[in-house]
């Protein structure tokens, strides 16, 4: 039977909905024109015809991302067989590029994730912290925090806000906040949003973009990162990030002095029934401390996919799960998603499509390499708030790599400079899962958000620089 | 007789009809009150103009009619005062005789009125459970020996059946008052959604108001296409002392609340309420059309009949001079609105405002409408895909709106 609340009717003039829903086959065409357009108008006398190919089917899947025309795994399948069909790459080639690293680590990751999720070890980690942190109303908001960052250095941001929001959802409902005028209730779902997403920036594992753009990157140039290089290289972005949200929070949404026993003893419930940890659970732990002690100390020797793998095949060996249980929680569509995108940029790049579009785009605008790292973050920060941040890596890393060779730049800074940027979304639903959890609680309008979001993405638009120019050259990086 | 197929409708449902000695035996021409409430053992007679009429017949009150049917080679006759017109009879469908796979009668499944066919899959209506049933009903009564409901399957099979017969156009599912939050809307759910998936049919659905509104948005999101919260009597006192069910379960307020928000949902003129005539005076009838039209909701009068196995047995019948005034004004009234009166049309057992035009002062212009085109096989075919691209245009799951954020 279906719920009553999964329908919506929507009372608009009936031309209004007609209009909207002739959106779709309209922006499809508009697709199709652009690619046509770009095939037949664009005069390039300096690109190669691949590249010319490469440039249209770019542009192609630039505006079906940018408008989700089709849900985005649909875009970059779309790329694949636009790749051979158009003769930019040998079918072989193209395909071969879902065999990508990266691609393996997300799904290690996943695999890893989904594991924890499911034998409630994560969920068992966030009531310890919470029961720790929550006696007085300000700590219990300070505690849901700092546990959304730090579980977002070891899980997708998108499960550890998962996994909080029905425990907030319960707190919530335990001290009867009203949802239209309860900045309490406000401030716990901010906490979990924005805690999840500056959190999910430090590591690789925190969001599936930070491996997509090293994907491009590896495709690219050959080159990439270790685990414990991103993790120094962001980290204090994630600290300073972190202060300042934690101002802006506590700003714009004063919450009083609001009892929060009743919290406490909802958290400490669920506690005393999950009982003991579980045989299965003290594996999971053990493989995942592993795992990441492994991905820190030995990543460039191993390979961070292997050891994602390994760990994963192990967790099966030891019997502490089951493929069932994974199924479920592994985003496959995200997966295709980046064979997709790392194809597209493979593409770019190999045909000089990537080249001279960068030639006359940021670099005929960009004065140096400061306005261009400048651009490329705000480009960034802006794109992700209106489309998926991966969506978003997809479109700027095969350019922002491009534009490096051309100001003297390392092309292996544009990941992170393109990659952190892109998981800063701090306002809109669509950014990123967790916005969108926030908002679905009912606490949360968009116009709560936009001043302190635009505030938050500011101070981390002048943060983010600075390190790029102050704090990266302490790792080779030369400008 | 009178010429007007409107007065005559009414007289003939008020005062039924007499049968001629050779027709009295004709059990083949009677349908069965299986299943609605408010009507007698009843012959569908289809008079002049098209228009339906569900007559008693063979009923204490019908033995004094002044209408006489009677039957030659050519076919039947109505005779009145001396003066004889000829009129049509809707025989019983065969699927009457049929059984369901299970072994239920289908004609205890459904009962066809006119273009329809009539389904109340429910055991019992729960106001009658709990003593406090509409005296005017005995449609509660007849739940009594159902202990459990009718299956989907059962449903299925009876309506294929009267789509073969050629017997119906659409389906009509009605419940009394089931109790919870949804008044019957989860309940109903599997019958609609198990309609509309073998059939290319419109689904009217008659229940009590839900609580919440959003179980009306539900009822439209699954397939229904008209609907009815019917509050009978408009006289608040009255309402109270004839269906007290109604007035303790759900409240006045509620019928008329739900009515006017499923007005806001559904197709204009798809969403009516019966008003029962004859049981409180005619003003008060015409102040509670005059409260639904205002909220675009169609007023379908239905004349009070006391049928010897309800309640109000020995209340007195209305009289047409009484009546007659409030069809007047519910025709002029929901043509001022700009109702659609197309969709909820041809009820064999009420008036409805499309009918109501024979009703109309000379002053008020009867537009040359949509009635026949509705008719039409094609204009039927044409008002149900419009409903479904309707219902596709307006309803979205909340589901969707998550799809845009999951990477
Ligand atoms: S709601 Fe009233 S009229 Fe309808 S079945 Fe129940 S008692 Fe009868």
């Not at chain 1, 199709?32 to 770009?38: D, M």
Request: with cysteine; proline share 6%.
């Amino acid at each position: 039977m279906s719920q009553p609340n999964n329908f919506v009717v929507d009372t608009r003039p009936l031309w209004i909905l007609v209009l909207q829903r002739m959106k779709q086959p309209v922006l499809l065409m508009i697709g199709v024109g652009l690619y046509v357009a770009v095939r037949t108008l664009l005069v390039a006398t300096d690109l190669s015809p691949e590249g010319h190919r490469a440039l249209a089917v770019f542009a192609l899947c630039v505006f079906y991302w940018v408008f989700d025309v089709l849900p985005l795994m649909i875009t970059s399948i779309l790329a694949i067989i636009l790749l051979p069909l158009t003769g930019v790459l040998p079918a072989k080639e193209a395909y071969a590029l879902f065999g990508s690293e990266a691609v393996f680590f997300i799904l290690g990751a996943f695999i890893l994730a989904a594991a924890m999720m499911k034998s409630g070890l994560s969920g068992r980690l966030a009531l310890v912290i919470l029961s720790r942190f929550g006696h007085d109303p300000v700590a219990l908001l300070r505690g849901i925090f700092i546990l959304n960052a730090t579980m977002s250095f070891f899980m997708s941001e998108h499960a550890v806000a998962a996994m909080t929001f029905p425990i907030l959802v319960e707190i919530t409902a335990a001290l009867h906040l009203p949802a239209s005028r309860a900045n309490y209730g406000r401030s716990l779902f901010l906490a979990m949003a924005w805690g999840s997403t500056i959190g999910g920036v430090a590591t690789l594992l925190g969001g599936a973009r930070a491996p997509l753009a090293l994907g491009i990157l590896r495709e690219v140039t050959g080159e990439s990162y270790s685990f414990a290089e991103w993790a120094a290289l962001n980290i204090p972005l994630t600290l300073s990030l972190s202060v300042a949200a934690w101002f802006i929070l506590r700003t714009f949404f004063p919450i009083g002095t609001p009892d929060v026993s009743k919290a406490e003893q909802a958290v400490d419930e669920k506690l005393m029934k999950i009982g003991r940890m579980t045989l299965q659970e003290r594996i999971i732990a053990v493989v995942m401390l592993g795992t990441i002690a492994t991905w820190i100390f030995f990543g460039e020797h191993f390979g961070l996919a292997n050891i994602a793998l390994a760990a994963v095949v192990l967790l099966f060996a030891l019997g502490a799960v089951e493929w069932r249980d994974v199924e479920g929680y592994v985003n496959w569509g995200l997966i295709l998603m980046y064979g997709g995108a790392i194809s597209l940029g493979s593409a770019l790049h190999k045909s000089g499509a990537a080249e001279w579009l960068a030639d006359h785009t940021i670099s005929s605008w960009a004065s140096g390499p400061v306005s261009v790292v400048l651009m490329i973050t705000t480009a960034a920060v802006m794109l992700t708030e209106m489309m998926s941040n991966s969506a978003a890596v997809a479109i700027l890393m095969p350019l922002s790599i491009a534009v490096a060779a051309q100001f003297d730049l390392d092309p292996k800074m544009m990941a992170p400079l393109v990659a952190v940027p892109a998981g800063l979304s701090f306002i809109l639903p669509i950014g990123t899962p967790a916005n969108a959890m926030a908002y679905s609680s009912g606490y949360l309008r968009v116009r709560d958000l936009i001043l302190p979001g635009l505030l938050l993405h500011g101070i981390a638009l002048v943060i983010f620089n600075c390190l790029v120019w102050f704090y990266w050259p302490l790792f080779g990086f030369k400008y | 007789m009178s010429p007007n197929p409107g007065l005559l409708k009414l007289d003939l449902a008020i005062r039924g009809v007499s049968l001629d000695q050779s027709l009295r035996n004709r059990r083949d021409l009677f349908h069965e009150p299986s299943v609605r409430g408010p009507i007698a053992r009843c012959l569908e007679l289809v008079l002049p103009g098209e228009v339906l009429v569900s007559a008693p017949a063979d009923e204490a009150f019908t033995a004094d009619s002044p209408y006489r049917l009677t039957q030659d080679a050519k076919g039947f006759y109505l005779e009145t005062d001396g003066e004889r017109s000829e009129v049509g009879i809707v025989a019983p469908p065969s699927y009457y005789r049929k059984k369901t796979r299970a072994g239920t009668p289908m004609w205890r499944v459904g009962s066809s009125y006119g273009p329809y066919i009539a389904i109340n899959p429910a055991s019992r209506c729960a106001f009658s459970a709990r003593g406090s049933h509409c005296r005017f009903c005995d449609v509660s009564n007849q739940g009594v020996d159902r202990t459990e409901p009718i299956s989907v399957e059962d449903v299925v099979e009876t309506v294929r059946a009267a789509f073969a017969d050629g017997a119906i156009e659409f389906v009509y599912l009605h419940i009394g008052y089931i109790e919870g939050d949804d008044s019957g809307v989860q309940f109903i759910e599997p019958y609609v959604r198990a309609i509309k998936r073998h059939f290319d049919t419109l689904v009217a659905v008659q229940l009590q108001p839900p609580r919440e509104d959003r179980w009306i948005d539900h009822l439209y999101a699954i397939g229904v296409d008209a609907v009815s919260y019917s509050i009978q009597i408009h006289d608040e006192h009255l309402l109270a002392e004839m269906c007290a069910g109604r007035v303790e379960q759900v409240g006045r307020q509620r019928y008329y609340d739900a009515l006017a928000h499923a007005a806001s949902i559904f197709p204009n003129g798809t969403v009516w309420s019966d008003l029962i005539i004859g049981l409180e005076p005619a003003e008060s009838t015409q102040s509670g059309i005059d409260t639904l039209v205002a909220m675009g909701v169609l007023p379908v009068l239905s004349v009070f009949r006391p049928l010897s196995d309800i309640d109000l047995r020995d209340h007195p019948m209305p009289s047409i001079e009484d009546v007659a005034p409030v069809f007047t004004h519910l025709f002029k009234r929901v043509l001022e609105a700009g109702i659609n009166m197309n969709w909820v049309r041809d009820l064999s057992f009420a008036v409805t405002p499309f009918e109501a035009r024979f009703f109309a002062d000379s002053d008020t212009p009867i537009p040359s409408g949509l009635g026949p085109l509705y008719r039409s096989k094609l204009g039927n075919m044409a008002v149900r895909n419009l409903s479904k691209l309707r219902r596709r245009l307006r309803v979205r799951q909340v589901s969707d709106s998550y799809g845009s954020s999951n990477l």
